[in-house]
């Protein structure tokens, strides 16, 4: 199943499908590039960030990014 990065749950797993073609450049020296695995850490209330893990390592991103980043989620 698909869905934005910005609508996992706490702890989902899942892989990192697509990435919005302006976003590309920015997150991948933050490691989030397309088939990388990752797990959804924590959301943060009222459009906050979220944290995810991935390569071991986790990651704050804004919601307006996660939006545009598209995984398919495991299960």
């Known amino acids: 199943m698909e869905k934005k990065l910005s609508q996992m749950k706490y702890e989902e797993k899942g892989r990192i499908k697509e990435i919005d073609q302006s976003l590309r450049t920015k997150v991948a020296g933050m490691g989030i590039r397309e088939g990388k695995q990752v797990e ?3 959301k943060q209330p009222i459009k906050g ?13 804004g ?6 980043i598209i995984v398919e989620v495991e299960g």
């Open 63 to 68: 919601l307006g990014l996660a939006d545009k």
């Open 49 to 61: 960030p979220v944290v995810v893990s991935i390569d071991r390592t986790n990651t704050s991103l």
């Open 40 to 42: 959804m850490m924590t």
